[in-house]
Structure formats: structure tokens, C-alpha cells
């Protein structure tokens, strides 16, 4: 009678263990209950469960069971918090560092041209290494940093549209140098035309995130996630910037830079090496990011019967058609501006 009695027990050991997980992650999905109430719910309706079904055990191992599965799976919730913790860090480590361009001379046949330049290593979402530099020259950045101020909002057009599109004609003949880079690279790598862009997309990724506003830079009105970011990277923040956007070249400068800045400079440079590509905003999400039409699979915005897969910009590690979860509603996302 023993080992039945043994054997007994880790069956129902057993099967306790995957009802209360198989219930704890009903629970979490479909409830608001925290995790701990979870895990208790959980598990006291799987004892109630299965003693209905397999009979009742004793009560000492009833409280073994009980113990060892709440610890088993307090320490799974456990790991997978730190891993979706380090995931997250990963993808925001953009906050943690602040990096400037260089400020180089380059002469050449006796001209003497000063240029803001960012020696770049990355790597794109699929593995491959890649390095160049992106410069600008000084007397560009002189002559665009406050061009913005003279955009003047067409009727009856939307205007962030007519700003990016102002943006990046302004800009576009002062990204020759960008251009040479990623020409040079995409000839050294021999790059498909999604490769091509996914080591352009990649590249901008890479570059730390920060906040371009309006206004000044006050830590005290953010929320709690933001206020956050701020007290450990105060220069991730650049103010009095009219509209909130920079001009790529002035991105490229100094290097700071939000959604709608990327994606304006993405635009340009896409644009360039003819690609269909469009700028899509979300007023919902208070967000930018840009779309691509190119054969693939993915969250997509379809527009003038074209189909654009959505591409995160802000963010390392995101693919043509992958959103972030909390904004990957398309219904919320509208196409502002397209090159063709």
C-alpha cells in the first residue's frame, strides 16, 4: 500500500502544479487581481478542484502541496519579471547614456570644411555588425538650425504633414555626407532593398533617445515613468525647440532626438534611395513612427490602396512590422505624408 499511496501523492502533485499555473495565467489575462492574489486564487481553486476529482489527500500533504506549488510559482513570476525587466532595460537603454558628435576638419584640395561628425558601430535586428559615420557640415547647421521658425502652416493641409515635408526639403541637399555612409556601406555589404533599410532603420535606432520639447525641460512635470528617466539622464532632454522637432541636420548635431525627429530623417534618407516610405502619427498615442511598402508580413497601414508595414523608430530591436504592445492598435495610426 505504500507506494500507492507515494505514487498517489505525486500525481496529484503534479497535476495541482499545472492546474494552478494553467489558472494563474487565466487569472492574470483576464482579471485586474495582482499577482499574489492570483497565485492564492489560483491555487486554493485548484486544491478545491481536485479534490472533487481525485479525492482529498492528507492533510499534511495537503499543506506540502499547497506551499510548494505557491513557491514554485512565486519564483517563476520571479524570473520572468527580471527577464521581461532586462528585455525592457534593453530596449530602453537609449536613456542611459548621452553621446555628442565630434567636431572634425577635413581639408581637402586646400578647402578647409568643418564638419559635426558621430562615429557609429551597430548592429541591426538580425545580427549583422555595422559601422560609418554621419556628419554634417558646420556651415549647414549655421545656415538650418533655425529654419523651422519660418515654416508657415498651409490651409487646409494637416499640418504635421506640412511641417515634415517642409523639414526635409529644407534639409534633404545637406544630407550628401549621410548619404556617401550609408552608399558606401550598402555597396561594401552587397544589401538587399530590405536589408538596405532595416541597416538604415537600425542605425537611427541605435541613437539614444531624448526628448525634444517646446518648452523648457522640467523634471516635475512628467509622469512617473518619464520623471524617472529624467533624474538619471537630465541631458536626455533638449527644450524651446519650436514645434517640439528637430531638423535632421540638426539631429545629426547634437544628437538628440524623439519620434518625430527620427522619423523625418528617416523619411529623407529612405526617400533618397527611392524608396516608398511615409510618415505615420497617432494622435491617440501621441506618437511618430514611419512606414515602409515593401513585401513582408507585420502590422501595416494601408493608404491609396498601398499597404505600409509600421516601423518603430525610437527603440532598438524592432522589425518592420513590429510594434511595441501598447501601441500597436493600427486603428489609431494615420499616414501624414508619403513620397509617392
Given amino acids: 500500500m505504500t507506494p500507492t499511496n507515494k505514487n498517489s501523492g505525486c500525481l496529484w502533485f503534479f497535476v495541482l502544479s499545472l492546474l494552478s499555473l494553467f489558472s494563474f495565467v487565466i487569472l492574470l489575462e483576464l482579471s485586474t487581481l495582482s499577482t499574489d492574489l492570483a497565485l492564492i486564487i489560483a491555487i486554493a481553486g485548484s486544491v478545491f478542484l481536485l479534490n472533487l476529482i481525485l479525492g482529498k489527500p492528507s492533510t499534511k500533504q495537503l499543506i506540502r502541496s499547497g506551499i510548494s506549488i505557491y513557491l514554485l510559482l512565486f519564483a517563476l513570476k520571479f524570473i520572468a519579471v527580471f527577464f521581461i525587466n532586462t528585455l525592457n532595460e534593453s530596449k530602453n537603454n537609449s ?6 558628435s565630434n567636431k572634425t576638419i577635413v581639408i581637402k584640395e586646400s578647402d578647409t570644411t568643418i564638419l559635426y561628425s558621430s562615429n557609429r558601430n551597430w548592429t541591426d535586428n538580425y545580427g549583422n555588425n555595422f559601422n560609418g559615420t554621419l556628419s554634417v557640415r558646420e556651415a549647414d547647421y549655421q545656415r538650418l538650425k533655425n529654419h523651422i521658425n519660418n515654416f508657415e502652416a498651409p490651409i487646409n493641409k494637416y499640418f504635421w504633414g506640412s511641417l515634415y515635408q517642409y523639414l526635409e526639403q529644407k534639409d534633404a541637399p545637406s544630407l550628401d555626407l549621410v548619404m556617401e555612409t550609408f552608399t558606401k556601406i550598402n555597396k561594401e555589404n552587397k544589401l538587399n532593398k530590405m536589408e538596405f533599410a ?55 548635431k547634437n544628437l538628440k532626438g524623439d519620434c518625430d525627429t527620427r522619423t523625418v530623417l528617416i523619411y529623407s534618407i529612405l526617400k533618397h534611395f527611392k524608396y516608398d516610405v511615409a510618415i505615420v502619427n497617432s494622435d491617440f498615442y501621441r506618437h511618430s513612427i514611419i512606414g515602409i511598402n515593401l513585401p513582408a508580413s507585420g502590422d501595416y497601414k494601408v493608404f491609396k490602396g498601398k499597404k505600409y508595414l509600421l516601423w518603430e523608430t525610437t527603440a532598438k530591436y524592432y522589425k518592420a512590422g513590429e510594434l511595441p504592445k501598447n501601441f500597436n492598435n493600427v486603428t489609431h495610426w494615420n499616414v501624414v505624408l508619403t513620397n509617392k
Avoid: A, T
Fill in 95 to 100: 536613456f542611459k547614456k548621452n553621446e555628442k
Fill in 198 to 252: 532595416e541597416m538604415v532603420v537600425s542605425c537611427i535606432q541605435d541613437i539614444p533617445y531624448s526628448f525634444v520639447l517646446q518648452d523648457e525641460c522640467p523634471i516635475n512635470n512628467y509622469d512617473d515613468s518619464n520623471r524617472m528617466i529624467l533624474e538619471k539622464c537630465p541631458e536626455c532632454c533638449i527644450g524651446n525647440i519650436v514645434y517640439g522637432i528637430q531638423n535632421p541636420v540638426s539631429f545629426l
